[in-house]
């Protein structure tokens, strides 16, 4: 064959805009709050990383493929069953394994505007249509989303609550969701910021799993549990789905030293804790003060808010962006999410959080 030829990517595969992660601190030499990821400004409890540094005295060793010991960690935190249990590394993978396996060429998947991006990723490579729905006023809505379903529709993500938006869906919407969708649709259920949810009308997804045979609920240890770069999730389901996934699933999907500092993250409930309570403390705190700088912020529910730079005279997210980095505050662009004029900040220790409303503060002044 001439040189000039290589192999070819499918072409769902070449339309798949690439996930860019939130900037890293790497290289720089001066202090930097890297507020872009949603990481846990508390890091994971001392027991998990203990837990993972035990590990490493047996890396020779393949993992348990089936990840049995946390599955029955997660099971008993939760009362579920640990055969409804699957575990990935990282809930990407699962999200992953899900498209994979409920997705032929020209399937549908549905999701919303403001959406995580990795639904996109997920249903491009696995050969599927993505579908997306308009989210009025950055809010899912459910009916504009039983009103896309088609023949072709095999699987919805929700996000629940939602990244980057940080809104959430009440438990009787995501219920009236379920039953208005056909029962061979799978209906994902994104839940890795339940955790931090302070609303009577939420529900993980749980509860709705327990009773169905069509709805599968994905969960992280890196957002409240701070193992982010570990890469761990888990996800519940009925025994059908669970059965496909094992299918698609790579046999040592998860590695030893994540099992061993799950488990241990699980049980130590006051580290956990305690990152609730920094986040229900600067989550409202963060909101109310960066409102009053004159930025929008919606109301949010997870560990991290949006700041909106259209609501100020002269703002510009894409300009805020560089005069905070420049001020050693990393936030997020949103723009791949159809938030050009918004940046995502998490919430951070008090030090990180005081730097970048006073960097946001200095923004400001210089507008006005
Ligand atoms: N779902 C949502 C809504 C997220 O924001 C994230 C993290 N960016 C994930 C899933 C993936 O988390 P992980 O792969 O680290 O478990």
New binding site residues.
């Given amino acids: 064959a001439p040189l000039t030829m290589r192999p070819v990517a499918r072409e769902s595969i070449m339309r798949i805009a690439p996930y860019v992660p939130g900037r890293s601190t790497a290289g720089a030499n001066r202090k930097e709050y890297k507020l872009s990821?949603?990481e846990n400004p508390l890091g994971p409890s001392p027991a998990a990383r203990q837990a993972f540094i035990d590990a490493a005295s047996s890396l020779e060793k393949y993992p348990d493929g089936g990840a049995t010991a946390l599955r029955d960690a997660v099971a008993s935190t939760y009362g579920l069953k640990p055969d409804r249990i699957i575990c990935?590394?990282?809930?990407?993978?699962?999200?992953s394994m899900i498209a994979h396996a409920y997705l032929e060429e020209g399937d549908e998947a549905i999701f919303t505007e403001h959406?995580?991006l990795?639904y996109r990723i997920v249903t491009l490579a696995a050969g599927g249509t993505p579908v997306v729905v308009d989210e009025p006023d950055m809010q899912v809505d459910v009916d504009r989303i039983l009103e896309a379903v088609t023949e072709r529709t095999k699987v919805v993500f929700l996000?629940n609550?939602?990244?980057?938006t940080g809104s959430y869906t009440p438990a009787s919407e995501v219920k009236r969701l379920r039953e208005g969708l056909p029962g061979n649709v799978l209906l994902v259920i994104?839940a890795?910021?339940a955790e931090y949810v302070r609303k009577n009308d939420y529900e993980s997804g749980i509860e709705l799993v327990a009773t169905r045979e069509d709805t599968i609920m994905?969960?992280?240890?890196?957002?409240i549990h701070a193992l982010?770069g570990l890469?761990?999730?888990w996800a519940y389901a009925p025994a059908n789905v669970i059965d496909a996934l094992h299918r698609v699933r790579g046999p040592f999907n998860v590695n030893a030293p994540a099992i061993a500092a799950g488990v241990a993250a699980l049980a130590d409930r006051a580290h956990m804790e305690r990152a609730v309570e920094h986040n229900n403390y600067w989550l409202p705190e963060v909101t109310r003060r960066v409102r009053e700088l004159g930025f929008g912020v919606p109301d949010s529910v997870?560990n991290f808010v949006l700041i909106d730079f259209s609501t100020v005279p002269g703002g510009d997210a894409g300009e805020a962006d560089d005069f905070l980095g420049a001020r050693g505050c990393v936030l997020r662009r949103v723009a791949g999410y159809g938030l050009p004029q918004m940046l995502r900040m998490t919430i951070g220790d008090e030090e990180a959080n005081e730097a970048v409303i006073a960097a946001l503060a200095e923004y400001r002044e210089g507008l006005a």
Wanted: charged share 20%; net charge neutral.
């Fill in positions: 990821s949603n990935g590394n990282g809930s990407d993978e699962i999200l959406a995580f990795m996000a609550p939602n990244n980057p994104d890795a910021y994905t969960r992280t240890f890196s957002k982010a890469r761990l999730g997870g």
